[in-house]
């Protein structure tokens, strides 16, 4: 099924409500989150550990020949876009993320705002969105919700704006107050089963304009997107995601056995984890995608490392952990 049935307008939006008020306050942010999905950090994050990325981000730029030497902004040179990739690898194999997070500053910061010490997850996302000249048909694909990939895990994304993300250079949105209305994805439309047009209310999509240091941070139930890119220079944004480490925390570590029945673990936490899979176990690669189980335990052999979300012990979701 093809992501759009026709060209839609892109909604005005009004702003993200602003939330510092409850830093230091982890009980309040929780009730939030339960409440209302997300929450809206402004200037929070240390300048120096988003700077440092945000080097990071505009060196893989500069190397695939998208923004000159030199810049200080990735404002686009003019270079075909037609190849320009979904995922940036660079970033990926060097696992940028893990410094950003151990920074003190910042580990400090979500120590203070979780209550108790942070357990990130694997899962990251870096988002280099290239310039588009037009708007396309739907300006709001591909939006989903991430539960619907991640198997309920109760754990909190956090999206990092690495530069001024205007109106122009779109930036997330967030489908406020649908977080209580189910999945909404059409089970019609595989592999990736994104929520359909029309399944989302125009008028309750927010953005705001985003700051280095600014964060968004969200809940798997709250449908969501990124919006086009309209400017003349790349979007630049991380998201990562986060628990307390006290809490239920998923399967995380290397692969001893792994059939279409069952999967043994070799856990971070030193314990050997044995897990049920079955046709309701969602299996996937780094892409939301949905592939066969057969796929993926030919694509995660004994010795390679998998995150395991799980609920009474059956793995709810299988994934490489990146």
């Known amino acids: 099924m093809s992501q759009t049935t026709g060209r839609i307008p892109l909604p005005s939006m009004t702003p993200l409500e602003e939330t510092n008020d409850l830093i230091g306050d982890a009980a309040g942010l929780q009730a939030r989150l339960d409440n209302e999905a997300y929450a809206f950090f402004r ?35 003019g270079k075909d876009l037609t190849d320009f990739p979904i995922k940036i690898e660079p ?12 920074h003190p500053a910042v580990n400090d910061f979500f ?141 995380l570590g290397t692969v001893k056995s792994f059939t279409p029945d069952a999967i043994v673990v070799a856990n971070h936490d030193g314990r050997e984890v044995r897990l049920a899979v079955n046709e309701d176990t969602y299996c996937r690669w780094t892409a939301g995608r949905r592939i066969l189980i057969e796929e993926l335990i030919a694509k995660i052999p004994a010795g390679d490392r998998v995150l395991a979300f799980h609920k009474d012990g059956r793995a709810t979701m299988l994934r490489p952990p990146r």
């Open 43 to 77: 200037n929070v994050l240390d300048a120096d550990a988003v700077q440092s990325l945000k080097k990071k981000y505009m060196k893989v730029l500069v190397d695939m020949g998208y923004v000159d030497e030199g810049q200080t902004d990735p404002i686009w040179n």
């Open 91 to 102: 970033l990926h194999d060097d696992r940028v993320w893990e410094a950003f997070v151990a």
């Open 111 to 251: 120590k203070g705002l979780l209550g108790g010490a942070p357990f990130w997850l694997p899962i990251v996302e870096y988002r280099i969105t290239p310039p588009t000249k037009e708007l396309p048909d739907d300006p709001l694909w591909p939006r989903h919700r991430d539960g619907f990939y991640n198997g309920d895990l109760n754990c909190y994304t956090c999206w990092v704006p690495l530069m001024d993300i205007g109106e122009a250079e779109g930036g997330i949105a967030m489908a406020t107050g649908m977080h209580k209305n189910g999945y909404l994805h059409d089970l019609n439309d595989p592999p990736q089963y994104w929520i359909p047009q029309g399944a989302i209310p125009p008028e309750v999509w927010k953005r705001s304009d985003y700051h280095p240091g600014d964060l968004v941070m969200f809940t798997h139930w709250i449908p969501h997107s990124g919006l086009p890119n309209r400017s003349d220079r790349f979007r630049m944004s991380m998201d990562v995601r986060v628990m307390r480490a006290d809490a239920d925390l998923p399967v």
